[in-house]
Nanobody
Framework: QVQLVESGGGLVQPGGSLRLSCAAS????????MNWYRQIPGKEREFVAA???????NYADSVKGRFTISRDNGKSTVYLQMNSLKPEDTAVYYC?????????WGQGIQVTVSS
């Protein structure tokens, strides 16, 4: 059974930082790219960042230079370091992996950027 468990969200002031973590089942983590998405109520889920199993990364234009995705293969965990947060980063953030012709999603975690 595939499990993706996010943690680290919360409330932060504009300009602040948060680090999200996603602990994954080892079997699915080791051979696949890991992704972060986010969703604002009433809008479609959008891509945020991805890291391949080799450590290559890709980012949405809206977060480039502010967010950093990384992975710890020994812990089967992917991270999203979010700096210089803006109110428009407020969303539910989801960990994602695509494997065996289907998507797997975490339960989502709220990030709120507000003064």
């Amino acid at each position: 059974q595939v499990q993706l468990v996010e943690s680290g969200g919360g409330l932060v002031q504009p300009g602040g930082s948060l680090r999200l973590s996603c602990a994954a089942s080892a079997r699915i983590f080791s051979n696949n790219a890991m992704n972060w998405y986010r969703q604002i109520p009433g809008k479609e889920r959008e891509f945020v960042a991805a890291v391949t199993r080799f450590g290559n990364t890709n980012y949405a234009d809206s977060v480039k230079g502010r967010f950093t995705i990384s992975r710890d293969n020994g812990k089967s965990t992917v991270y999203l370091q979010m700096n210089s947060l803006k109110p428009e980063d407020t969303a539910v953030y989801y960990c994602n992996v695509y494997s065996g012709s289907r998507d797997y999603w975490g339960q989502g975690i709220q990030v709120t950027v507000s003064s």
